[in-house]
């Protein structure tokens, strides 16, 4: 009789959404093996979940080896360390599955998401509030930084000159500051806009019209959030895997990564605006180190106006298109 199974996921929120049209296929095509889930990153993209609410563990979950991994065959499954994967001819969804079901490539459906009542109105709470402050009817939702960005360290007399802090992010997945500026500065003009990032962007200075910049968001309700407004805009990273998970439009900007990789390319309410299509080189991210790579990529991100405008054409096309409502 064969043993029943753990499986152990890692990395950030969107691998975490990623894997989850995976784990669905394999507990469907292998019920006897009971399947239990190891989430190193966190257990958030599993709650609520139809199937995998009650079989989803932190890793810190007291007693965990003792009592639920000891006899069971431990499975870890690397997404990026997939041949179809590292030579672009699948998705993070699908390199999950075959490195979980051994399935080869295969069409997968969307990832499952169940919010609860208690999110969305956390989250219509304060979609409504930037419509009140703004007197716009449209939100758009901006998430501008990958996972890999960093602030800059600066001084305590810096901070208290009110010097905002540059960040970086070496691995070429985020939007350039001067960008983000520019492009909220633009998009405000028309919609409400809801800044999505972990570090606190001062834009009201600057801004004509008030722009929201919410921090310690759980990511749930950042969730809840895209669900419910009318557009999202962002970079390579959990945003845009959960405005695909919902059906919503998006305008994803993708610089050091592949779309075929990281995004939706045949969505048909996905817009993908390829920055780094003539210049990127593949960076071995779980694999090896790779300095050369990261160095060619550096930068890869920066817009000029034409290319910001592309963007500001993008959100006013697909919102035309959009069918999405608030609910």
């Keep these: 009789m064969s043993k029943k ?8 929120a969107g691998r975490m959404i990623s894997s989850i049209p995976a784990v669905e296929k394999y507990l469907e095509e292998n019920p006897e093996k009971d399947p239990i889930l190891v989430c190193e990153g966190g257990t958030d993209a599993f709650k609520g979940h139809p199937k995998f609410h009650f079989r989803a563990y932190d890793h810190w979950h007291k007693n965990l080896f003792q009592d639920m991994l000891k006899d069971r065959e431990l499975i870890s499954p690397e997404p990026y360390r997939q041949w179809e994967y590292y030579n672009q001819k699948c998705s993070l969804a699908q390199a999950y599955d075959i490195a979980i079901n051994g399935k080869g490539i295969r069409e997968l ?3 499952t998401i169940r919010l609860s009542k208690e999110e969305l109105l956390m989250a219509r709470q304060m979609i409504t ?17 990958g996972r890999g960005a960093q ?5 305590e007399k810096q901070q208290q000159d009110g010097k905002q802090p540059d960040i970086t992010d070496v691995t070429g997945r985020s939007i350039e500051l001067k960008n983000i500026w520019n492009i909220v500065r633009k998009l405000s003009k028309q919609y409400g806009v809801m800044v999505m990032s972990e570090f606190p962007l001062e834009f009201n200075k600057h801004m004509n019209t008030p722009i929201a910049t919410p921090m310690n968001v759980h990511l749930r309700i950042w969730m809840a959030v895209i669900k419910q407004a009318n557009h999202f805009v962002g ?10 998970a919902f059906d919503k439009t998006a305008t994803v900007l993708v610089g ?5 990789n990281t995004s939706f390319p045949d969505a048909e309410n996905i817009d993908i605006i390829d920055l780094g299509k003539d210049d990127r080189v593949y ?14 990529n550096e930068g890869i991100m920066a817009m000029d106006e034409q290319t910001e405008d592309r963007v500001i054409k993008s959100v006013q096309r697909m919102l035309k ?3 999405n409502t608030q609910k």
């Design 5 to 12: 199974t753990a499986i152990f996921l890692n990395g950030g």
């Design 109 to 111: 459906s969307k990832p």
């Design 129 to 145: 509030e930037v419509k009140e402050k703004t007197g716009k009817d449209k939100i758009v939702v901006f998430q501008p930084f």
């Design 151 to 155: 602030p800059e360290q600066i001084s």
């Design 235 to 244: 970079c390579d990273s959990v945003g845009q895997h959960a405005a695909y």
């Design 256 to 260: 050091s990564t592949y779309p075929i």
């Design 283 to 296: 960076s071995p991210i779980r694999i090896t180190s790779d300095e050369f790579s990261d160095r060619i």
């Design 321 to 323: 298109q959009s069918k």
